[in-house]
T-cell receptor, first 113, second 115 residues
Framework: GENVEQHPSTLSVQEGDSAVIKCTYSDSASNYFPWYKQELGKGPQLIIDIRSNVGEKKDQRIAVTLNKTAKHFSLHITETQPEDSAVYFCAASRGSSASKIIFGSGTRLSIRP | KAGVTQTPRYLIKTRGQQVTLSCSPISGHRSVSWYQQTPGQGLQFLFEYFSETQRNKGNFPGRFSGRQFSNSRSEMNVSTLELGDSALYLC??????????????FGPGTRLTVL
């Protein structure tokens, strides 16, 4: 079946450094790629998303890049801060149904002070 | 605009009991989906509702059911609870526009513990 592979599963970076999380998807029909941040005791919150007609999108310290040919997309967080510590999920989606959304397994990001 | 709300936030039940969880979507959102989140299995799709109709269902036993009301609010029910049903149950809502891939907005979840 279709899947999304997410790496790494855990990531520890020094405060102020950059963090990169990578995802690979298998369904070539995927056209929407959201990233979610889940803090302890909370539900996943959308932090940034990108559609297949765009190669890169940036929002302050967060950016996402998409390589449709290689079926890769990545989340980049620059100048990391303690509040960036959380679990991050990527997802790949096609169509209007939630059943067509495939989530990655998550990356636990820890920011060292 | 208020986000997705879920009640209750925490539940403790014993095996064999049943439970009902409630979800109120973002105002204007017509589609509601439910997910089960566990450390081992990640986020798994349970079912999706639009206009009071179940559109899709994930690979879960018939003990898991749900419904949607005319105001788009949704409930899910789990009967004959098993220990393995312990999880965070997440509700998400979206606009649902035909032919468009809409963003899912998640609620805070209901933490269910089955003893």
């Amino acid at each position: 079946g279709e899947n999304v592979e997410q790496h790494p599963s855990t990531l520890s970076v020094q405060e102020g450094d950059s963090a990169v999380i990578k995802c690979t998807y298998s369904d070539s029909a995927s056209n929407y790629f959201p990233w979610y941040k889940q803090e302890l005791g909370k539900g996943p919150q959308l932090i940034i998303d990108i559609r297949s007609n765009v190669g890169e999108k940036k929002d302050q310290r967060i950016a996402v890049t998409l390589n449709k040919t290689a079926k890769h997309f990545s989340l980049h967080i620059t100048e990391t801060q303690p509040e960036d510590s959380a679990v991050y999920f990527c997802a790949a989606s096609r169509g209007s149904s939630a059943s067509k959304i495939i989530f990655g397994s998550g990356t636990r990001l820890s920011i060292r002070p | 605009k208020a986000g997705v709300t879920q009640t209750p936030r925490y539940l403790i039940k014993t095996r064999g009991q049943q439970v009902t969880l409630s979800c109120s979507p973002i105002s204007g959102h017509r589609s509601v989906s439910w997910y089960q989140q566990t450390p081992g299995q990640g986020l798994q799709f349970l079912f999706e509702y639009f206009s009071e109709t179940q559109r899709n269902k994930g690979n879960f036993p018939g003990r898991f059911s749900g419904r949607q009301f005319s105001n788009s609010r949704s409930e899910m029910n789990v009967s004959t609870l098993e220990l393995g049903d312990s999880a965070l149950y997440l509700c998400a809502s979206s606009l649902y526009r035909q032919g468009s891939t809409d963003t899912q907005y998640f609620g805070p979840g209901t933490r269910l513990t089955v003893l």
